[in-house]
């Protein structure tokens, strides 16, 4: 297992970032957060690796082929988030720190999302900085894989 890898993990619809919806989740693509998010790693020493998926089970399957050899994930689940309770198994099965990332607040938005069934299953939840928020989140994992 590699102990500076890290897995960061996009669900549905984030592969539109940049095209729909600049007022609630900004004019970057989510390339651009992956650039942003590869360069916070590099500052710490990490490898980034990252995975779009519009599929649960893809998502499902991510999870998996990161047990044993990635030492944290990073998740933005999409929509998964409020609902998808395979990928709360499948995160409850890897050994290392998740940290929750969202772009938005959920907490401020429609009631329906403001249940995370990726909550119980993470170390903590980022939402609501926007961009910033991938840095904060490849910070929170590196700081938890140095102790
Ligand atoms: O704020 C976030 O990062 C979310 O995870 C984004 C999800 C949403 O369902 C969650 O409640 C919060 C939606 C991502 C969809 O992104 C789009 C981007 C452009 C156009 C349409 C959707």
């Known amino acids: 297992m590699s102990d500076r890898t890290v897995l960061l993990l996009s669900g549905p619809n984030l592969n539109l970032l940049g095209e ?6 900004g004019s970057a ?14 500052a710490r020493g990490i490898d980034l690796e990252h995975i779009q998926s519009n599929h649960e089970g893809e998502l499902v399957d991510a999870i998996h082929a990161a047990r044993g050899r ?4 990073v998740v933005n689940p999409g929509a998964f988030t409020h609902y998808a309770w395979a990928i709360h198994d499948a995160l409850a099965a890897f050994d290392g720190p998740v940290v929750e990332l969202h772009l ?21 939840t980022i939402a609501g900085f926007g961009a910033a928020g991938y840095r904060m989140a490849v910070d929170a994992v590196a700081d938890l894989l140095d102790g």
Not at 70 to 73: L, T
Not at 105 to 120: F, G, I, L, Q
């Open 104 to 124: 938005s607040n959920p907490a401020a938005r429609e009631p329906w999302r403001h249940t995370s069934v990726v909550a119980p299953v993470a170390a903590g």
């Open 29 to 42: 693509t989510l390339d651009d957060h992956v650039v942003g998010a590869t360069a916070a790693a590099a």
């Open 70 to 73: 990635c030492a944290g994930i």
């Open 20 to 25: 729909r919806e600049p007022e609630v989740y």
